[in-house]
């Protein structure tokens, strides 16, 4: 039988349906709830471990300024409101055991997250999980740490940028430069991070490093997408606050979790059938259902 092309329409199909079959087979949106509650618990001693790194290289409060103002390009509005206002009166009440305390909580809430991601990624893989406990909150801990240091580099990257440069970013041609580069920038360190997470969370035994690939390039598009589309629905429908309440900022930004663990972990599923087609994908043999068959290190 003729190999049938990843490019052609026939091929385009083939890939689209199994990761939708691949979708439902990992309950990638019941793991996805599950995320959306570790994303949350995680986020506040996330942000104040950033700011706390921020302040080794001393722009500790511009860094603020920077990583709310990323934040508020991507995140609906009242979910926004309540990171800003929640993130200024931790700031302002917390002293060095607090904020130790906030690293450790961080780490640890984090690492839950990432070990769902692990579970999820192995699913789509199809292998078992194999590492010892240790090595697996290692590896769930070590990527909550790479991710928390990318977050980091770029912010002091800016901020370098705008202190020995003495570029003005926000106003004038240099203005006008930076807002067109600036999206190009948050879309590589995206890559980044979920080159990073696609490649080291599942339990596989030959790894292939990818900086670009078509599961991380559709989850930052979906990321996009459901960025916007909440701003907009939030925007022009905000029966939110008649139906929750003050709880109504809580139940966007939970939503907005959720959305984007969808996007997180339909990428992985994406880049599974994709794989699995290259490694079998001929109009006689089918790339199985499932994703790619391999056995654990």
């Known amino acids: 039988m003729a190999r049938v092309s990843i490019t052609s329409a026939r091929g385009l199909w083939e890939v689209a349906v199994r ?3 691949e979708i439902r087979i990992d ?22 471990c950033v ?7 001393g722009t500790a409060d511009r860094g603020r300024v920077l990583l709310l103002d990323f934040l508020a ?28 305390f906030g690293v450790i909580a961080s ?3 984090a690492s839950l997250g990432m070990g769902a991601v692990m579970d999820t990624l192995n699913a789509a893989y199809r292998v ?3 590492r010892s406990l240790v090595k697996q909150y290692a590896v769930a801990i070590g990527l909550t740490l790479g991710l928390g240091i990318v977050l980091v580099v770029s912010i002091a990257f800016v901020l370098f940028v705008r202190r020995i440069a003495g570029i003005d970013l926000d106003s004038g041609v240099e203005g006008f430069v930076w807002s067109c580069l600036r999206w190009p920038l948050v879309f590589a360190v995206l890559l980044l991070a979920f080159a990073l997470t696609y490649y080291f969370a599942p339990n596989l035994e030959k790894r292939e490093w990818h900086w670009i690939t078509p599961g ?8 996009i997408a459901i960025s916007r ?44 059938v994709v794989q699995a087609f290259h490694v079998r994908g001929t109009a006689g043999q089918a790339p199985p259902e499932g994703g790619v068959v391999q056995r654990a290190s």
Do not use: C, H
């Not at 700011?51 to 290289?57: G, P, T």
């Open 19 to 21: 990761t939708w079959a």
């Open 27 to 48: 309950d990638v949106f019941g793991r996805s709830a599950q995320l959306a509650y570790y994303f949350f618990l995680a986020l506040f001693p996330f942000l104040i």
């Open 51 to 57: 700011i706390a790194s921020l302040s080794v290289f």
């Open 73 to 100: 390009r991507f995140l609906p509005l009242p979910a926004f409101q309540l990171i800003s206002t929640t993130v200024d009166e931790v700031i302002q009440a917390s002293g060095p055991v607090k904020m130790s």
């Open 107 to 109: 780490l640890w809430s």
């Open 128 to 130: 078992s999980e194999t």
């Open 216 to 223: 991380a390039v559709t989850g930052i598009l979906l990321l």
């Open 229 to 272: 589309g909440l701003r907009i629905y939030l925007y022009y429908f905000p029966t939110y606050n008649s139906t929750y309440g003050s709880l109504g900022a809580v139940i966007v930004l939970l939503l907005f979790f959720y959305l984007s663990g969808v996007a997180v972990l339909s990428g992985a599923a994406l880049n599974a």
